[in-house]
């Protein structure tokens, strides 16, 4: 295993100084860094030149300019010893600064796309497995084709004309007319009923249900002014805590175990509690209040599961946890919307933004607008990166999962009488969950190499950005910074998927 | 992805048939695959009839670079009832060359780059993954690791590179050179089935009767690593499109006056309220062109692709009650995509 490791290291340094070698070259040979200069009318325009050649040396050449900037580099590896050397922009400012800058931007826009991304990714794609060749299934299939088709650029215009105008345009005058409230409903229940599957009667209670809820939802919203003052309510935020416990408890340890859903609910009611007895605190309240807020949720959670404790308190305290989580979430998104009406105000009335990454000069001294701020400009960007890895997840966990359903162990769970439940959430979905990590590891690796078209697009300061900004005019460094980034944890996290592929697949061994 | 293509007790029955047969037989009764195929060519035959192909010329009347006066405040004058084209059936650009004919070269522009990356990735990636899975040993470590130091770099990354040099000077050079830099996964998928091909009897048998090196790899290997590359070279094609795509829309490919479907969606996007029709049809073509070599490209998987029929219960019903298989194949595009993530199935996906 040492071994392993060690000669893994070893051969990742060589392939990340020839990969760093090839783009260098390659860099240097296909830009004219003295373009612009040449062109230009300034009276000083040889000085300017001369300043530029002795600012990035480009009187070397290219090759032996790549052992200079290799070097610098190699002392990013000294721990504490604050001495890298990236280069500098053409602006004279060092690529160490400007890396960060542009990392952050990057890791704000991607984190919340990739993680919704798996989420419903998966869930789609195993319901999909669950119901195959369902009309359901079908429906998603060619759903996930289309946007595995549609070019992210094409996306992201189509969501900055449409989306980010018409809502804000929405919010105007912000009436739901009924016949569209109606068509929703249908949408709904056609797609519920296609889940749930099972009898006609089954079918018809369901998407009855359904449509009843989802259209009566929506004129009841329409007509209290919902979207101009949005917020859970405490009827809202009761009903849904008392439907995370319920959903938990029945996912993880079926309905009919006492002690689990005694677990979720002790959370619940906590949650519950804490809603109404918080309020104050979070008017006047900082990010770090609210993470503090979190970890004590979390050890709530924890703390419920212990004591409650029975045959299984390791799945109690799992489903502790995950009842706090989900109820900590519900009710920071309640006083997110209780900020709303004051953002609008803010923002004239049209709260969407098409680019950027932040109002400029917006700085309220409210956390939660200031969050606010920071959600309704990454809200397109989150979408439109969202629908391509959305179709990729669905497609492997279809596959997988269908894959492992026809597997001989499932069988086995099914004929000594499991129900259903374990069957699919403890036989089935751990075993498709394997490739899915290799694969969630490499979509992070490649999480920080930012997505280029898309900050293209939203005119996001992000990594792509200080590519795509820097490779024009043949600014190398930082061309080069990102570069090495990227490469770097490309490496990094293929190394850490074979890991956890090894750990989790006792069949895999490394060698 | 196994080799060989296993009968199903349904082929046994008939008369012997051929691999590549019954391969052909599966590609044809998934009828959502012949039609993206049908659509993907009509498409691309009537944009380059209509704009011509190098030095034949087109049936069009104007061209993708010349001005026109305008006609109708440039707006497309196409109508379906009754049906008439008018003068510029897609409407004309700011400065009033004819839409039509820059949509079609932007789509003829698209599939010269898709047939360029896809071949010449085909070819590379071929020859260094037989090379290396077959002589194993330091030029396979030496290959592969080249391999990697390609990988490592992300495809839009060293496009954006290499577009930037070549973009200025055309299609036909852009295309080659993007496919000097796509040919990565091809070798690694190729390597991994000789390197299992190399093992069988077959091959042992031809040794012994003194086959060379040459024959085994051209004669006894490759035809049995068809199916992998086929599949994998008609998913790098749809990527490709959205690669060329992408690579001009940033500016690096395909530069004006000539055009490129990207190309187009990046210099319109923003005149979205004004001139609409200006981003729609160049939208319209690109999905429909990725969208068929995607669907094209999968049921070439579903076909090549023994396992696939496992999974499918209507047909195991259809069998066991007497309806000869395969007639009535439901479309379950993705069954194939089981495959193992980690012997890298080809991106078909965004640059992104």
């Not at chain 2, 051929?18 to 052909?24: A, E, G, L, P, Y």
């Not at chain 2, 079609?104 to 990735?121: D, E, H, K, P």
Request: contains cysteine.
């Amino acid at each position: 295993m040492v071994g392993f490791i060690l000669r893994r290291v070893g051969v990742s340094i060589l392939i990340l100084l020839a990969a760093s070698f090839v783009m260098f070259n390659l860099v240097a040979l296909s830009t004219d860094p003295l373009e612009d200069l040449r062109s230009s009318n300034n009276p000083n325009k040889q000085q300017l030149i001369e300043a530029r050649i002795q600012l990035a040396n480009l009187d070397v050449a290219p090759p032996l300019r790549w052992a200079m900037w290799i070097g610098g580099a190699a002392k990013c590896l000294i721990p504490f010893a604050n001495a890298c050397d990236l280069g500098t922009t053409f602006q004279g400012a060092p690529v160490t600064e400007v890396l960060p800058i542009a990392m952050v931007s990057t890791i704000q826009m991607v984190t919340a796309a990739l993680l919704l991304a798996i989420l419903f990714g998966i869930s789609t794609g195993i319901l999909s497995a669950l119901r195959e060749n369902s009309g359901f299934d079908v429906s998603f299939t060619v759903l996930s084709l289309f946007l595995y088709s549609l070019p992210s650029f094409l996306a992201a215009a189509l969501l900055k004309n449409f989306i980010a105008i018409g809502f804000n345009d929405f919010l105007q005058d912000p009436v739901i007319p009924i016949v569209v409230a109606v068509i929703v409903g249908v949408v709904v229940a056609l797609i519920v009923q296609a889940v749930v599957g099972g009898d006609t009667r089954r079918r018809v209670t369901s998407g009855g249900t359904s449509f009843v809820l989802t259209t009566g939802l929506l004129i009841y919203m329409s007509v209290t002014g919902w979207f101009l003052t949005p917020g859970f309510g405490p009827v809202g935020v009761i009903l849904l805590s008392a439907g995370a416990a319920v959903g938990v408890t029945t996912l993880i340890a079926g309905i009919h175990q006492r002690r689990a859903l005694l677990t979720a609910g002790i959370v619940a009611v906590a949650g519950i509690i804490s809603y109404f007895a918080l309020q104050g605190l979070f008017d006047v309240s900082t990010f770090a209040t609210i993470g503090i807020l979190f970890v004590v949720a979390l050890a709530v959670g924890f703390a419920a599961g212990f004591f409650v404790g029975g045959d299984d308190r390791g799945q109690n305290m799992r489903i502790g946890v995950l009842v706090a989580v989900i109820i900590s979430v519900i009710i920071l998104i309640d006083r997110f919307m209780q900020s709303f009406p004051g953002y609008m105000d803010d923002m004239n009335g049209r709260p969407i933004a098409t680019v950027g990454s932040a109002t400029p000069g917006y700085a309220p001294d409210n956390m939660w607008r200031v969050g606010l701020d920071v959600f309704f400009h990454l809200l397109l960007p989150t979408i439109s990166l969202l629908t391509i890895s959305f179709a990729g997840y669905t497609r492997y966990a279809r596959a997988g999962m269908i894959e492992v359903l026809s597997q001989d162990y499932v069988r086995t769970a099914r004929a000594k009488g499991m129900p259903e439940r374990v069957v699919v959430v403890r036989h089935a979905f751990r075993n498709v969950l394997i490739p899915i990590t290799t694969l969630v590891a490499t979509d992070l690796g490649g999480l920080l190499g930012g997505a280029i078209i898309t900050e293209f697009i939203f005119a996001i300061p992000g990594m792509g950005a200080l590519f795509q900004r820097s490779l024009g005019p043949g600014d190398l460094y930082p061309v080069m910074g990102y570069f090495i980034v990227i490469a770097f944890m490309a490496i990094l996290f293929n190394f850490l998927a074979d890991l956890a592929y090894a750990a989790l697949d006792p069949r895999v061994r490394v060698r | 992805m196994s080799s060989t293509i296993s009968a199903t007790p349904g082929d046994v029955e008939e008369r012997s048939v051929s691999q590549s047969r019954i391969i052909w037989r599966r590609f044809l009764s998934q009828k959502v695959g012949l039609i993206a195929a049908i659509v993907l060519l009509a498409v691309v035959a009537f944009a380059c009839s209509a704009v011509g192909l190098g030095p034949i010329p087109g049936w069009w009347k104007y061209n993708w670079y010349d001005l026109s006066n305008s006609v109708n405040g440039g707006e497309p004058t196409l109508t379906l009832f009754p049906f008439s084209l008018g003068d510029h059936p897609f409407g004309q650009d700011r400065i009033g060359r004819d839409y039509f004919a820059m949509t079609m070269r932007g789509i003829q522009n698209s599939f010269v780059a898709m047939v360029l990356i896809t071949g010449i990735a085909l070819i590379v990636g071929v020859t260094v993954g037989a090379i290396a899975g077959y002589f194993r040993g330091w030029v396979d470590a030496v290959l592969m690791r080249l391999t990697d130091v390609f990988i490592v770099i992300p495809a839009i990354v060293i496009a954006a590179v290499v577009g930037n040099w070549a973009g200025a000077v055309g299609v036909w050079v852009l295309g080659s050179m993007l496919g000097f830099f796509s040919w990565m996964v091809i070798a690694r998928l190729v390597r991994g089935e000789f390197l299992s091909l190399r093992e069988r009897e077959f091959v042992e048998a031809a040794r012994v009767a003194g086959a060379s090196d040459a024959r085994i790899i051209f004669r006894h290997i490759l035809p049995n690593a068809t199916g992998v590359i086929i599949v994998s070279g008609s998913l790098l094609a749809a990527g490709a499109i959205l690669l060329e795509a992408a690579i001009s829309l940033l500016g690096y490919g395909i530069r004006s006056p000539d055009v490129s479907l990207g190309l187009l969606i990046g210099v319109n996007q923003s005149a979205f309220t004004v001139r609409p029709w200006l981003f729609w049809w160049p939208a319209l073509f690109i999905v429909t062109l990725a969208l068929s070599a995607n669907i094209f490209g999968d049921a070439l998987r579903e076909a090549f692709d023994p396992r696939s029929r496992r999974f499918s219960r209507r047909r195991t019903k259809d069998r066991e009650n007497g309806i000869e298989p395969g007639v009535s194949a439901p479309t379950t595009l993705m069954d194939a995509a089981a495959q193992n993530p980690r012997t890298g199935t080809p991106t078909l996906q965004d640059p992104e």
